[in-house]
């Protein structure tokens, strides 16, 4: 049974900030839910921080069809990007995006101190974030007649289901949200009063 929970990132928090030799390394986390958005939030760090030297990152973003994607932006091949993709994968996070901005201090840190800056900027970041667990869930529509709302009723309470939005006119309409591990036994139950119209929302 596939997990019907994931982490991920509520809010964007506080940018870290770690140097080394006088190269200045500003991380950022953001949450993002498709590649559009890591694009638009790339280009916001490029214009604040327009005269840095490299704008580095790495995102996870999907639940079963996970897409990662790691770009070192012009620093030596493996040196940023998988770095700071290897933190987030470390706290099996997804949707979420890490850009670590660098402003070059005049040294070169050679391939291992990059990793390390890389990786430890991403690292600090990722720990200011808060982290949340999400439950994936599936709506189902159940329209029903009058005398049938106790019913429907009595086993939304049963499960505990969350309504998502509901109409209880004469012909009445209650859309729940169901975790996706038990949506099959819950729309099972529905099913069993035949008179119930349902409407699975993905």
């Given at each position: 049974m596939p997990a019907d929970f994931y982490y991920t990132i509520d809010r964007q928090p506080e940018p870290a900030i770690f140097k080394d030799r006088k190269s200045k390394f500003i991380a950022y986390s953001i949450p993002v839910d498709?590649?559009?958005?890591?694009?638009?939030?790339?280009?916001?760090?490029?214009?604040?921080?327009?005269?840095?030297?490299?704008?580095?990152?790495?995102?996870?973003?999907?639940?079963?069809?996970?897409?990662?994607?790691?770009?070192?932006?012009?620093?030596?091949?493996?040196?940023?990007?998988?770095?700071?993709?290897?933190?987030?994968?470390?706290?099996?996070?997804?949707?979420?995006?890490?850009?670590?901005?660098?402003?070059?201090?005049g040294v070169k840190l050679g391939i291992g101190g990059l990793t390390n800056a890389y990786k430890t900027a991403a690292q600090m970041v990722l720990e200011q974030a808060e982290i949340v667990e999400k439950i994936r869930k599936i709506k189902l529509k159940i329209g029903f007649d009058y005398q049938d709302m106790n019913k429907v009723m009595r086993l939304i309470k049963t499960y505990d289901l969350e309504i998502v939005c509901q109409n209880l006119q004469q012909n009445g309409e209650i859309t729940v949200a169901i975790r996706l591990n038990d949506y099959k036994t819950v729309k099972n139950q529905f099913e069993k009063i035949y008179t119930l119209k349902l409407k699975t929302i993905e």
């Open positions: 498709d590649t559009g958005s890591v694009k638009t939030e790339i280009e916001k760090l490029k214009k604040k921080h327009h005269s840095a030297r490299h704008w580095c990152y790495a995102y996870r973003i999907g639940i079963e069809n996970i897409i990662e994607r790691a770009n070192d932006d012009g620093e030596p091949a493996n040196s940023a990007g998988q770095p700071i993709l290897n933190q987030i994968k470390t706290k099996n996070l997804t949707n979420v995006l890490v850009v670590v901005v660098r402003y070059f201090g």
